[in-house]
């Protein structure tokens, strides 16, 4: 059932005298030649509930929860007119949950995701990196009001601010009254009469901005950043979500990334690997010295301490590992090939004894089995 006593804005108890200057004074506002066409239903509005209230027998049948204007007089079987279990629901549990009050129109807006594509170097050191993001901003013509400059919200007739309008029906456990959002304003409590031509009433707008964006030393592929209040604006200008910075980090053409430990190769030549060497190798922190000690085999690991990926949670870094690949020429001019066989039979190898050993794991194997933990 229609509440006419909301729609005249008076108690339950008013007087006869105080219902009909309330109708006086809708109708001066609400009369079609001077609302024009938008107060047309609610002029008419008024004047029903008007009809009914200011007749004391029509007023009775609807304090009973009968409308007298509804068809068939309004009476209805079992719950009364246009009432269920749902209302009864809605009346003794509060609605579901509804706010009683009106919903504010500047609510928090939603977090945003955008992915940021670093490489090696600002992943082990970390960086400082400028950002371009397309996200809801508060409009500049209406400051997130959502008016037109020079007006201003308006309160709503129909709940008079109040967000929500009552119902009155009947039911097997008596008249009870129900709580709903109000049709004409939402559950705002006000309408905007003159939306702002930037931002059609929503109180922001979409723009693309610059930001800066501190990034850690450790980050790896799937890192969030949060970035607090960057996000979108919420409705009405209400405040920022957050925005993440979702980190995709790139391969790096030498060096493999493992946790916060680097591995690379190190092909070198079969006379260096046997006789040991000094070698510089290109690192992310420079030019490193690596000692190669006589008789180095294919696949033996060099550590660097400490030059590997910065540890996002803690002090310090990983290490760089080096494998050794002992490179054996594939071709020999008659001097080497001489020089070669002088040393096999110096060493008593021009003629070796074939002599069977277990699978010896190669690099990669090396690589497998020190992650699966064998």
């Known amino acids: 059932m229609t509440d006419y006593y909301e729609i005249l804005g008076v108690e339950?108890?008013?007087?006869?005298?105080?219902?009909?200057?309330a109708y006086r004074r809708l109708a001066r506002e609400l009369h079609p030649d001077v609302a024009g066409a938008e107060g047309e239903e609610r002029f008419k509005d008024v004047a029903r509930a008007y009809e009914v209230l200011s007749n004391r027998e029509k007023r009775e049948q609807y304090d009973m929860g009968v409308d007298p204007t509804a068809p068939g007089g309004g009476a209805g079987g079992g719950f009364g007119q246009g009432f269920g279990f749902q209302d009864i629901f809605e009346t003794f549990?509060?609605?579901g949950g509804q706010p009683s009050g009106p919903v504010p129109r500047a609510r928090r807006g939603q977090d945003a995701l955008v992915r940021m594509d670093i490489d090696l170097t600002e992943a082990t050191f970390g960086a400082k990196r400028e950002l371009q993001v397309d996200t809801a901003v508060v409009c500049g013509t209406c400051s997130g009001k959502g008016c037109r400059p020079g007006t201003d919200l308006r309160?709503?007739?129909?709940?008079?601010?109040?967000?929500?309008?009552q119902r009155?029906?009947?039911?097997f456990l008596g008249q009870v009254m129900t709580t709903a959002p109000c049709d004409v304003c939402k559950g705002f409590g006000t309408i905007i009469p003159e939306p702002c031509a930037e931002c059609s009433g929503e109180g922001r707008v979409r723009s693309r901005r610059t930001l800066t964006v501190n990034v850690p030393a450790g980050v790896d592929t799937g890192t969030r950043i949060k970035l607090t209040s960057q996000g979108e604006v919420g409705p009405g200008g209400g405040p920022a979500g957050d925005l993440y910075v979702e980190i995709?980090?790139?391969?790096?053409?030498v060096f493999v990334r493992r946790g916060?430990?680097?591995h690379c190769t190190l092909p070198v030549p079969m006379t260096a690997a046997a006789l040991g060497t000094v070698l510089e190798l290109d690192t992310l922190d420079g030019a490193q010295e690596i000692d190669l000690r006589p008789g180095t085999q294919p696949g033996q690991v060099v550590t660097l301490k400490g030059l590997g990926v910065g540890h996002l949670h803690g002090n310090g870094r990983g290490d760089l590992n080096v494998y050794v690949e002992v490179q054996v020429p594939t071709s020999l001019?008659?001097?080497?090939?001489?020089?070669?066989?002088?040393l096999a039979r110096l060493r008593g190898e021009e003629r070796p004894e074939p002599r069977l050993a277990a699978a010896h794991p190669g690099v990669f194997s090396r690589l497998r089995d020190k992650f699966s933990g064998r």
């Open 155 to 165: 309160t709503c007739v129909a709940c008079h601010g109040r967000g929500n309008v």
């Open 333 to 342: 001019d008659d001097e080497q090939a001489e020089a070669l066989r002088t």
């Open 93 to 95: 549990f509060g609605g």
């Open 260 to 262: 916060d430990d680097l």
């Open 12 to 21: 339950r108890d008013a007087t006869p005298e105080q219902i009909k200057k």
């Open 248 to 253: 995709r980090e790139k391969p790096h053409e």
């Open 168 to 171: 009155v029906a009947r039911s």
